[in-house]
């Protein structure tokens, strides 16, 4: 009997169900609080998205809507459980995990990020990763010291 008249996976669509893992990174799982809030709201979205799924009658559909939160939810709940909550640092005369460090650019730029865990880190919206290079050489130093990433210096103008 042809495959279109069986209710059973074909090779192709059993494919789109074998989701790999989300990669984990090497580095400690260092997080804020809010960090951990969001790993663990993820979490709860992407179990969510899950018991969803199950309430989907047809077989082959619901297993393609339950994929991702699967796998998303294995990711999520492992940094949760990983998750070293790292408290805000008391002082701002060196860079640390948790400050928010301005500096200024050999071409004048003047660029300011928010020192977080990976999970949490986005560029765009202000953060970095504490195991980005530019958090790696900012880190331990202070204002007014300049360190080289990439080719070219950065100026510490700020710690807050």
């Known amino acids: 009997?042809?495959?279109?008249?069986?209710?059973?996976?074909?090779?192709?669509?059993?494919?789109?169900?074998l989701l790999p893992d989300r990669a984990v990174s090497p580095h400690p799982n260092l997080v804020t609080e809010a960090g951990l809030k969001a790993l663990e709201l993820q979490l709860r979205q992407a179990r969510e998205a899950?018991?969803?799924a199950q309430k989907i009658e047809d077989v082959n559909e619901r297993r393609r809507q339950a994929a991702t939160p699967l796998r998303d939810g294995r990711y999520f709940a492992a940094r949760v459980r990983s998750a070293?909550?790292?408290?805000?640092?008391?002082s701002t005369d060196i860079v640390a995990f948790g400050?928010?460090?301005?500096?200024?650019?050999?071409?004048?730029?003047?660029?300011t990020y928010y020192i977080v865990g990976e999970d949490e880190a986005d560029p765009k919206?202000?953060?970095?990763?504490?195991a980005s290079p530019v958090a790696r050489v900012l880190m331990g130093k202070a204002v007014g010291d300049v360190v080289a990433t990439s080719g070219q210096e950065l100026e510490i103008i700020a710690i807050s």
């Open 84 to 90: 070293q909550v790292v408290t805000k640092p008391t």
């Open 99 to 111: 400050s928010t460090v301005t500096f200024r650019r050999d071409d004048g730029r003047v660029q």
């Open 125 to 130: 919206a202000g953060s970095i990763s504490f």
């Open 1 to 17: 009997m042809s495959v279109a008249f069986t209710k059973e996976d074909s090779a192709e669509t059993a494919s789109e169900l």
């Open 50 to 52: 899950f018991e969803a």
